[in-house]
């Protein structure tokens, strides 16, 4: 077992940043390839990037690229997930999750999931 607990989330003008966290206890955090999904109200929870084991690969979702930025601190056990250049559209609860196998962009590829932070942007 994983257990992975979001936190940063919060309320930010368009245009804002904000980092979030996501802290694993359990099963050696190294061993997982991690992801970010995202939910807004009434609409599936969509891929928005992972990072391999080591932290050496990373891939975004077209919709974040070149705003959000992946991390991890395997010594810490914790992902990160910086946000730049904030949209309204980016409104949703954000969860992380460990990969376990399958295509990195499907939710269903994924074994562990934290309870999720909510973001919500402002326009």
């Known amino acids: 077992q994983v257990q992975l607990v979001e936190s940063g989330g919060g309320l930010v003008q368009a245009g804002g940043s904000l980092r979030l966290s996501c802290a694993a206890s359990?099963?050696?955090?190294?061993?997982?390839?991690m992801g970010w999904f995202r939910q807004a109200p009434g609409k599936e929870r969509d891929f928005v990037v992972r990072?391999?084991?080591?932290?050496?690969?990373?891939y975004y979702a077209d919709s974040v690229k070149g705003r959000f930025t992946i991390s991890r601190d395997n010594a810490k056990n914790t992902v990160y997930l910086q946000m730049n250049s904030l949209k309204p559209e980016d409104t949703a609860v954000y969860y992380c999750?460990?990969?376990?196998?399958?295509?990195?962009?499907?939710?269903?590829?994924?074994?562990?999931w934290g309870q999720g932070t909510q973001v919500t942007v402002s326009s």
């Open positions: 359990g099963r050696t955090f190294s061993n997982y390839a």
């Open positions: 999750a460990a990969w376990r196998t399958g295509s990195y962009n499907d939710a269903t590829s994924y074994d562990y």
């Open positions: 990072i391999n084991r080591s932290g050496s690969s990373t």
